[in-house]
């Protein structure tokens, strides 16, 4: 039987109450049967930065989602030979179980750079994507769905709903491959704020599940943001 599947990937360093709440709420709203969350191993934006080792971002979320029915982590993008490109990913994925209908999940300062993705046409046409923006995203860019869609040729902005406002999809949109702009969650926790609190020794008890809050101190991850 086909089923709705979430695909978020990103860089999860650490995962966080932020990243859990899009994820519950996007699960929500568009029915999805589960949500994967995908660690990238190298992002090709964050080459030359200091990267938790993939086996302890896999851990954390693995710990964080542990108590979410729908919510799995899948290490699609660290096993041997993976590459790094999101449309390569979704590519693999689709053949495993071709039935099933792709919604990958991406943040909105991410959409606004999609054009400098790698086969970014294919990922955004082949696939259903969901824009999450965070509270207070920056610019006048956010008043309008063409503000912040409109770095994409016209034909990728027919694809285009948007669902700001708390409005869910329909029946009918899911059906078809769209672009989905929404502003579900009200959380603004930032990873980078994190691994700071972490360096200055503040607690986490806001920020991230006890469970990874008890990983970070437990590997010491984080010491010396």
Known sequence: MAERIGVYG???????LGHLAIAERLVDAFALDRLLMVPAAIPPHKRGQTIS???HRLAMLA???AES???YVSPIEVEPGATPYTVDTLRRLQQDQPDDCLFFVMGA???RDVSCWHQYEELLTRYSTIVAMRPGFPGEEAASWQGLAGHLPVRLQELVVDLRGGRRPTIAQMESQHIYLTDYVT???SATNIRLAVAQGRSLGDLVPPSVASYI???QLYSHA
């Open 187 to 189: 959380v603004d926790v």
């Open 63 to 65: 710990l964080a989602t």
């Open 109 to 111: 300062d991410s959409f």
């Open 217 to 219: 101190e437990k590997y």
């Open 10 to 16: 990103g860089t999860f360093d650490p995962p966080h």
């Open 53 to 55: 080792s993939p086996f």
């Open 69 to 71: 029915p729908r919510l």
